[in-house]
């Protein structure tokens, strides 16, 4: 299994990820396939944890393009396939860290933004980064009602896309990314709340000013452009000290959560 720079792990035989000692996770368990692909936030299949594992499996993901505009010298239509083709994914074991109070660490597939928005030449007057999600209410019965202001819109600060560990994620496990976790290509930022990691991506737009992303517009009280994982200050209804890790058994006790999610 490959290993490669900040946050990437090797796993052994026993199962267990080790996990580079600056974010200070020893030893920390995977959480299972089982848990993974079926324990998620992905409003557009329904707001229920097993909403999305339940409605998401007839979802065509073939053909699927993504376009990268705006503030770039070459903007670019590629398919998933030519993305994946060239662009080798690699496996990078992240915890992520959900804006609930809960937890999950995810052998990942994937590869960095950043070789992906090499391809476009980015301009000087680029400073934020805006991603959308498709928007499909045939097939994602969740889009058919307001919960949020669809297409799903996330973003990032330019440095923070660029940065080797920001990820576009491929898959899991060793296999393809699951359509309940975002296929066939999804964000995943491992210092940030979990919402903050946009699926099912159709479009990557380099802007001058900072994006409004889907939960701001829905409740900018509760969810703020940034949300970098921080166990000292609260959320509005719930503190962020600590997190339930999923896998776990509902008698465990919570963990204390680490600044940054531990990616500082």
């Not at 301009?123 to 949020?148: C, H, W």
């Not at 660029?162 to 060793?174: A, D, E, Q, R």
């Not at 066939?184 to 709340?193: A, E, H, M």
């Amino acid at each position: 299994i490959k290993s490669i720079g900040l946050g990437v792990g090797t796993l052994s035989l026993s199962g267990i990820p080790f996990l580079n000692s600056a974010y200070s996770q020893n030893k920390t368990k995977l959480t299972s396939y089982e848990d993974i692909t079926t324990y998620n936030n992905y409003y557009e299949f329904g707001t229920g944890k097993g909403h999305p594992f339940k409605n998401s499996q007839e979802f065509i993901t073939k053909p699927w393009s993504v376009t990268i505009e705006g503030e770039v010298d070459n903007p670019i239509t590629l398919s998933a396939e030519e993305i994946i083709s060239l662009f080798p994914s690699e496996e990078r074991i992240y915890k992520l860290r959900c804006v609930e109070g809960w937890s999950m660490v995810i052998p990942w597939m994937g590869f960095s933004l950043s070789k992906l928005l090499s391809k476009v030449s980015i301009k000087n007057t680029a400073k934020f980064i805006e991603f959308e999600s498709v928007y499909d209410p045939e097939q994602m019965n969740g889009q058919r009602y307001p919960v949020l202001n669809w297409p799903y819109r996330e973003g990032l600060r330019i440095d923070e896309a660029m940065h080797p560990i920001t990820t576009v994620v491929t898959g899991l496990y060793g296999k393809a990314l699951p359509n309940q976790n975002g296929a066939p290509l999804r964000i995943f930022v491992p210092w940030k709340y979990g919402f903050k990691s946009a699926k099912a991506i159709v479009k990557i737009k380099l802007v001058k000013q900072m994006p409004v992303s889907s939960w701001m517009k829905s409740s900018p009280r509760e969810y703020g452009f940034y949300s970098n994982v921080n166990p000292n200050v609260s959320h509005p209804r719930w503190s962020q000290a600590t997190e339930r890790v999923i896998g776990e058994g509902i008698l465990s006790p919570r963990i204390e959560t680490e600044m940054f999610n531990g990616y500082g």
